[in-house]
């Protein structure tokens, strides 16, 4: 399973930015993925994720109505694309951004639920930098 994140780089303050995570090595089956982000000196924190149902998505308070994940599933249903769109962007949110799933599959993120992300899901990428100036 190979997690690999873009899209990162610099915005002012109220600006948009949309990350990707390209998702390959394993069926696509019933593997949530989602994002969480680490800023200097603070804990990771989980922010969103993407299930295999439809409807399936969950957000932290803190970017609850600003960031919107969604998947693109290849043909052969055996990698995807999750993006991470942010908008309204704030100094805050400057931070290590990295995808997160795991090798087997997993409950809906309704019962993972986005602050056990981090812990629930083994598999993460290598992260990508955002950076939102004031």
């Known amino acids: 399973v190979q997690l690999v994140e873009s899209g990162g780089g610099l915005v002012q303050s109220g600006g948009s930015l949309s990350l990707s995570c390209s998702a390959s090595g394993f069926s696509l089956g019933d593997h949530a993925i989602g994002w969480f982000r680490q800023a200097p000196g603070k804990a990771r924190e989980g922010l969103a994720c993407?299930?295999?149902?439809?409807?399936?998505?969950?957000?932290?308070?803190s970017v609850k109505g600003r960031f919107t994940i969604s998947s693109d599933d290849a043909a052969d249903t055996k990698s995807t694309t999750v993006h991470l769109q942010m908008t309204d962007l704030r100094p805050t949110d400057t931070a290590i951004y990295t995808c997160?799933?795991?090798?087997?599959?997993?409950?809906?993120?309704?019962?993972?639920?986005?602050?056990?992300?981090?812990?629930?899901?083994?598999?993460w990428g290598q992260g990508t930098q955002v950076t939102v100036s004031s």
């Open positions: 997160v799933t795991s090798r087997t599959p997993t409950p809906p993120c309704r019962i993972i639920g986005v602050p056990a992300l981090v812990r629930s899901l083994e598999v």
């Open positions: 993407v299930g295999r149902s439809a409807g399936d998505t969950l957000y932290s308070d």
